[in-house]
């Protein structure tokens, strides 16, 4: 049985190998990636969990979110299953970005 996230035997057009830029979120949660991985000897992340993460974010959530996107999502759950960060903290820290994000662009405005 093929799971949502498994696209082997399915015809799905040819793959686009040119090179493109990424954005700096996308960049920072490879390094995010990369930092929690070679921390793997004390328990952070493997690239197992993030692929197990991934695989089991649901049908739904799987199709609407983009690559990278992907990844951070399977973090995120890692890291609160771990008890590394809350959700609480979580909130409060991503909520402290967003209003850093507004500030700037308002002071760019």
């Known amino acids: ?3 949502y996230h498994g696209v ?11 090179q ?7 960049k920072r949660v490879d390094a995010l990636l990369v930092l929690l991985v070679l921390l793997a000897g ?6 197992d969990e993030l692929r197990h993460g991934i695989e089991t974010l649901g049908a739904e959530a799987y199709e ?6 992907r990844w951070i999502a399977s973090i995120t ?10 959700t609480d903290e979580l909130g409060r820290r991503m909520a402290e970005a967003a209003t850093r994000e507004g500030e700037r ?5």
């Open 77 to 86: 759950r890692a890291l609160v299953a771990r008890g590394v960060i809350t």
């Open 105 to 109: 662009a308002a002071n760019a405005g």
């Open 8 to 18: 082997s035997g399915l015809s799905l057009g040819a793959i686009d190998k040119t």
């Open 42 to 47: 004390k328990g952070i992340i493997t690239v």
């Open 20 to 26: 493109h830029g990424y954005a700096l979120w996308e």
């Open 64 to 69: 609407q979110l983009g690559y990278y996107e």
């Open 1 to 3: 049985m093929r799971g």
